[in-house]
């Protein structure tokens, strides 16, 4: 703390109050706010400032896992909505979800064990209907389709899943991609939509 400069000081002292409340505010197993959830196993975190948390009585953290800042976790559709399980946004142990990510769970979207995220990050089950001309998108209907991301899987910066789509084990997808279809187990994927360029361990081309 600089004690020379009043500015400088002040300055300091909002930083630290900052920093402090941010701590607090976060929710840990411990914190009264981690018991809405379904589950929300030790060592996790979810630091604050989050950007919207809906549904957590079907939302289940697992061990030792950390949400990033400014991250939006939510499980089915509106207030007073019956859910269909306990068990509609799923993120295993060892996970880390970047900054600024969303997860938007409406049916099913389970995210394995040490799966790593970079920041802006945007994975859903569900999407809209195109197929009424004379209705806007946005009001027609909502079709979902279960999504599952694989144990040992990163995805970076700015990527995309879509619904209906399971990535497989340790893929690596690159950052800025849109992943519409499968990806197999060990794949790098990269593009919009996403391909595979190689199989990890594979050095041969891969023609996906």
């Known amino acids: 703390m600089n004690l020379g400069n009043p ?37 996790s975190v979810i630091c604050h400032p989050w950007a919207a948390l809906f549904g957590e009585q079907a939302i289940r953290i697992g061990k030792d896992t950390l949400i ?7 499980a089915g559709m509106g207030p007073g909505q019956e859910l269909v399980s306990d068990e509609i946004l799923v993120i295993g142990d060892r996970c880390l979800i970047g900054r600024n990510s969303s997860l938007v769970a409406h049916l099913s979207v389970v995210i394995e064990d040490d799966v790593f995220f970079g920041p802006n990050v945007y994975v859903t089950d569900q999407n809209h209907s195109v197929d009424d001309l004379g209705l806007p998108i946005g009001r027609q209907s909502m079709p979902e389709s279960p999504v ?15 619904p209906g789509v399971t990535i497989g084990k340790h893929v690596a997808v690159g950052a800025g ?21 190689r199989i990890a361990g594979d050095e041969s081309p891969h023609s996906g």
């Open 68 to 74: 990033g800042p400014y991250c939006s976790l939510s």
């Open 177 to 197: 991609s849109v992943v519409t279809t499968d990806l197999p187990d060990n794949a790098v994927a990269v593009g919009s939509p996403a391909r595979v360029l």
């Open 148 to 162: 599952r991301i694989g144990a040992g899987s990163w995805l970076g910066t700015n990527s995309v899943v879509v």
């Open 7 to 43: 500015k400088l000081w002040r300055a300091d002292a909002f930083a630290g109050a900052a920093e402090w409340f941010h701590k607090r505010a976060a929710i840990m197993p411990t914190s009264r706010r981690s018991h809405r959830f379904a589950a929300f196993e030790s060592g």
